[in-house]
């Protein structure tokens, strides 16, 4: 079982940045490949990006290229996402979530790789 909390979430003005951070619990965090995920209301889930487990690779929705980084700290069982120039349109709820992977440099991109969620984070961008 892990157990994933996120933190870092609040409200930004369009343009500005955020940190958002996820925390593991679990004593072999190296075996798994995390992703973020958000979800707006009335929308699906959907895919922002994700860090393989050895943090070699990485892999990013469209919509956020060039503008958030997903990063992962193995001393600290924690990973990140930086938001930069934070637009309205990326006004969600934000999850981290882990799914144990075969290969370290594998980057899942569909919410049914992953096995573990957190509970979310609100992210909310005004203009």
Known sequence: QV????SGGGSVQ???????SCAASAR???AY???????APGKEREFVGTISRSGGNTDYADSVKGR???SRDSAKNTV???MNSLAPADTAVYY?????????FTTPKFPSAYT???QGTQVTVSS
């Open 68 to 70: 958030f980084t997903v």
């Open 14 to 20: 369009a343009g500005g940045s955020l940190r958002l």
């Open 33 to 39: 490949a995390m992703g973020w995920f958000r979800q």
């Open 96 to 104: 981290c979530a882990a799914a144990r992977t075969g290969f370290g």
């Open 28 to 30: 072999t965090f190296s």
């Open 80 to 82: 990140y996402l930086q």
């Open 3 to 6: 157990q994933l909390v996120e």
């Open 116 to 118: 573990y969620w957190g």
